[in-house]
């Protein structure tokens, strides 16, 4: 079955970096656009940004946008979440998904229902 397997999380003072990573196993990683959520203890999982299969286009949730950056290496099947000037309202489990549908302009699968296969996160904790 397909995997998503998340990594790179950890303590990290406030305005810190952290680049998380989500390496994907069993499905067409080229073909997935790939998005990050986040669950802060008793929150809903909210969204971090999203990237189309090809790279090409990125969106971002308005709490991130200007600091944190996601890339993708289709050859190696990888996705990244660089996250820079950390703050600790951003400490959470991070996740990783799958979706197979291209994020657009007009799509931009910022719903945590839109996504098809997740990781199982990676804790983030950033002190003040």
């Known amino acids: 079955q397909v995997q998503l397997v998340e990594s790179g999380g950890g303590l990290v003072q406030a305005g810190g970096s952290l680049r998380l990573s989500c390496a994907a196993s069993?499905?067409?990683?080229?073909?997935?656009?790939m998005g990050w959520f986040r669950q802060a203890p008793g929150k809903e999982r909210e969204f971090v940004g999203v990237?189309?299969?090809?790279?090409?286009?990125?969106y971002y949730a308005d709490s991130v946008k200007g600091r944190f950056t996601i890339a993708r290496d289709n050859a190696k099947n990888m996705a990244y979440l660089q996250m820079n000037s950390l703050k600790p309202e951003d400490t959470a489990v991070y996740y990783c998904?799958?979706?197979?549908?291209?994020?657009?302009?007009?799509?931009?699968?910022?719903?945590?229902?839109?996504?098809?296969?997740w990781g199982q996160g990676t804790q983030v904790t950033v002190s003040s």
């Open positions: 069993r499905l067409t990683f080229s073909s997935y656009s």
């Open positions: 998904a799958a979706e197979p549908r291209p994020a657009s302009p007009s799509l931009r699968l910022n719903s945590r229902l839109a996504y098809r296969y």
């Open positions: 990237i189309n299969s090809n790279g090409y286009y990125a």
